[in-house]
């Protein structure tokens, strides 16, 4: 069992709507990341949360925007949804504060597609 | 910023056979380097990792090489088994405690055949 879980697990939406996705990881990962992993591609990082506060950003527009909440759950908000958003979403977590021994658990994703 | 080439991009072995996948990195800023599993449906499972100061690191079957001065790094698989059939990514980040903005390479699909 991963310890981190992503809702939904599929998603259609049309461009130009807004969408939200959830990560609920284990307790204690206070350290969110999110990524992108398009089709036959490698995951992209798209940002990091660390106790509530943004902890690093990659190379994605401002429309991609996140939460971290105090029960270690997290989401991923992505506004005017363009047809390249469509991809399989990841957030991984991992405790921080603790010595680095397992690295990041990852959820096994939200496979959104944009038409 | 970082650049992380993965090569092959599909391997095909035979059962009981080894299988090398080969990583190369543009920063030399780097120093930490994981190998993820994924499996269909699922999310990327870290298998092994290593960081700059140790040049070769095993596991059972599995072992991954570094070479920093080259800025390459390979994950080695032996005796391979059916079960071993996945996406393998291997990734780079500054340290273990930066693993969470990882670059990661386009993945490998390994299939092995029984």
């Known amino acids: 069992e991963t310890g981190v879980t992503q809702s939904p697990t599929h998603l259609i939406k049309t461009r130009g709507q807004q969408v939200t996705l959830r990560c609920s990881s284990q307790s204690g990962h206070n350290t969110v990341s999110w990524y992108q992993q398009a089709l036959g591609q490698g995951p992209q990082f798209i940002f990091q949360?660390?106790?509530?506060?943004?902890?690093g950003r990659g190379n994605f527009p401002p429309r991609f925007s996140g939460l971290q909440f105090p029960n270690y759950s997290s989401e991923l908000n992505v506004n005017a949804l363009e047809l390249d958003d469509s991809a399989l979403y990841l957030c991984a977590s991992r405790a921080r504060d603790r010595e680095f021994t397992h690295g990041y658990t990852f959820g096994s994703g939200t496979r959104l597609t944009v038409v | 910023g970082e650049n992380v080439e993965q090569h092959p991009s599909t391997l095909s072995v035979q059962e009981g056979d080894s299988a090398v996948i080969k990583c190369t990195y543009s920063?030399?800023?780097?120093?930490?380097f994981p190998w993820y599993k994924q499996e269909l449906g699922k999310g990327p499972q870290l298998i092994i990792d290593?960081?700059?100061?140790?040049g070769e690191k095993k596991d059972q079957r599995i072992a991954v090489t570094l070479n920093k001065t080259a800025k390459h790094f390979s994950l080695h698989i032996t005796e391979t088994q059916p079960e071993d059939s996945a996406v393998y990514f291997c990734a780079a980040s500054p340290t273990p405690t930066n693993a969470g903005k990882s670059t990661f390479g386009d993945g490998t699909t390994l299939t092995v055949k029984p």
């Open positions: 949360y660390y106790r509530e506060e943004e902890n």
């Open positions: 920063d030399s800023a780097s120093n930490y």
């Open positions: 290593i960081r700059s100061n140790v």
